[in-house]
């Protein structure tokens, strides 16, 4: 299985940024995708969350209303629209797999570096 971050970058405050990943390796449309970031000195973080089934949302309060999260299940690719990017939105953002089952499945992409600053 292999989980693969793009479009990360500097970007001034106020500013957007679409973060993707790309999904191989597995069967995509079971699993429930989500975005985790790490900021330095601080635990992971949920930031959003789409459902396998139905695409059904969730955020974390420090971002609603400026993240989106979506999936496109032909392509097998997540993706996380950020607007209204503030300085305290800087971190490693994580791409994450996960199907429970008969057992839990969970993968991990290796980060993207989002940094927000002027």
């Known amino acids: 299985v292999q989980l693969v971050e793009s479009g990360g970058g500097l970007v001034q405050p106020g500013g957007s940024l679409r973060l993707s990943c790309a999904a191989s390796?597995?069967?995509?449309?079971?699993?429930?995708m989500s975005w985790y970031r790490q900021a330095p000195g601080k635990e992971r973080e949920l930031v959003a969350r789409i459902l396998s089934v139905g695409g059904s949302a969730q955020y974390a309060d420090s971002v609603k209303g400026r993240f989106t999260i979506s999936r496109d299940n032909d392509k097998n690719t997540v993706s996380l629209q950020m607007n209204s990017l503030k300085p305290d939105d800087t971190a490693v953002y994580y791409c994450?797999?996960?199907?429970?089952?008969?057992?839990?499945?969970?993968?991990w992409g290796q980060g993207i570096q989002v940094t927000v600053s002027s």
């Open positions: 994450n797999a996960e199907w429970v089952g008969i057992r839990r499945y969970n993968y």
């Open positions: 390796g597995l069967t995509f449309s079971r699993y429930a």
